[in-house]
Nanobody, 127 residues
Framework: QVQVEESGGQLVQPGASLRLSCTIS????????MAWWRQPPGKEREFVAV????????IVAGSVKGRFTLSKDSAKNTLYLQMNNLGTEDTAVYFC????????????????????WGQGTQVTVSS
């Protein structure tokens, strides 16, 4: 059993930076594939970024590339999503997801591939 908990969402102005945290319990960070997803108001949940269980370069969605980065603190079992130069289009509920599988590339952006999800944290970008 893996538990996933996000935190860090808040209201910020356009151009601001924000860091979200995703802490897991029940497994070590190095034994799970972890991803960030987001769901803008009235839209479907969409892929943001993922880091594979095996490690390697994180994969980031084109819409946030160059602005969002991932980092890990293994001692805290926490994955961070650093978001810079936020725009109103980044307003969404951000979810963290985890799976114990070493997912193949074609499944990394498949929402159904992830077994454990957090409750989400709201990020609102508005002036």
């Amino acid at each position: 059993q893996v538990q996933v908990e996000e935190s860090g969402g808040q209201l910020v102005q356009p151009g601001a930076s924000l860091r979200l945290s995703c802490t897991i319990s029940g497994r070590s960070l190095s034994t799970v594939t972890m991803a960030w997803w987001r769901q803008p108001p009235g839209k479907e949940r969409e892929f943001v970024a993922v880091v594979r269980r095996r490690g390697g370069t994180p994969i980031v969605a084109g819409s946030v590339k160059g602005r969002f980065t991932l980092s890990k603190d293994s001692a805290k079992n926490t994955l961070y999503l650093q978001m810079n130069n936020l725009g109103t289009e980044d307003t969404a509920v951000y979810f963290c997801a985890a799976d114990v599988s070493d997912l193949i590339t074609s499944r990394l952006r498949d929402r159904s591939a992830y077994d454990w999800w957090g409750q989400g944290t709201q990020v609102t970008v508005s002036s």
